[in-house]
């Protein structure tokens, strides 16, 4: 279960550190503006570290989309930062497609039928070849960071699991005394002691789990002339 903090609260505590109770330093929605670009440099760290976290899904039908030239696409969800996954979805079954690579890309030209392949193009996701009208996909996503904004400071909140409410206060702390010339250094040890935690956590992710998020049929197909048998190793 997600740690929350509210704006309000971290608000109040960075106006406390640089000594402002009356916004002289900033407005009350000039502090939400800089909370809200740090902690989406904080969801980025929490991205990174362990993606199944935020994953979400949303429902492509088939014959909704729009063309890109001759591919037919879909248009990708506002919120979206990245992309995990399509899969094409009958019933309670699903089967997943693989991510188009570059020299595949003529590869279903003027073909129709069950999509086995996605690629994103710009602001859409492609499937390939063109579904049938009517079918279902699945594109398993990651969101962008919420947008907070100075309307919801008194209900918005913000995941800060493991105390982590502690670097937003003092990065935004910072920037404001830096900006009046008068930062001294005083939570420089303590903002790189988090985000040293924080990038070690992603960094575990990367050379410890690699290969938790991709499927055996992409590694297969990523191996070059040593591709990787079904169910087994290069040998």
């Not at 407005?27 to 740090?38: F, H, I, L, P, Q």
């Not at 002691?193 to 789990?209: G, M, Q, S």
């Not at 049929?217 to 040998?235: E, H, I, K, N």
């Amino acid at each position: 279960m997600a740690r929350s903090v509210g704006v309000q609260e971290i608000v109040d505590e960075i106006q406390i550190l640089v000594e402002d109770p009356l916004h002289k330093l900033d407005s009350e929605a000039g502090y939400v503006r800089r909370v809200n670009r740090k902690s989406a440099r904080l969801y980025s760290y929490y991205v990174s570290a362990e993606p199944d976290r935020f994953r979400t899904e949303a429902t492509i039908t088939a014959g909704t989309g729009i063309v890109v030239g001759t591919i037919n696409a879909y248009a990708l969800p506002a919120a979206w930062l990245s992309t995990i996954g399509v899969d094409y979805a009958s019933g309670n079954d699903r089967d997943p497609l693989y991510r188009l690579q570059e020299d595949e890309r003529n590869d279903f030209v003027g073909e129709t039928g069950q999509s086995v392949a996605f690629r994103n193009l710009g602001a859409n996701i492609a499937l390939y070849p063109t579904p049938v009208v009517g079918q279902t996909y699945i594109h398993i996503y990651i969101p962008t960071a919420p947008v907070l904004a100075a309307a919801g400071i008194a209900t918005d909140t913000i995941d800060c699991r493991l105390g982590h409410e502690d670097w937003l206060e003092k990065t935004v702390a910072r920037d404001l005394l830096t900006m009046k010339n008068e930062y001294a250094g005083q939570w420089d040890a303590e903002i790189n002691k988090i985000e040293a935690e924080l990038k070690l956590e992603a960094n575990w992710r990367y050379f410890d789990d690699v290969l938790v998020m991709r499927s055996e049929r992409d590694v297969r197909r990523r191996s070059g002339p040593f591709r990787m048998p079904r169910g087994g190793v290069l040998g």
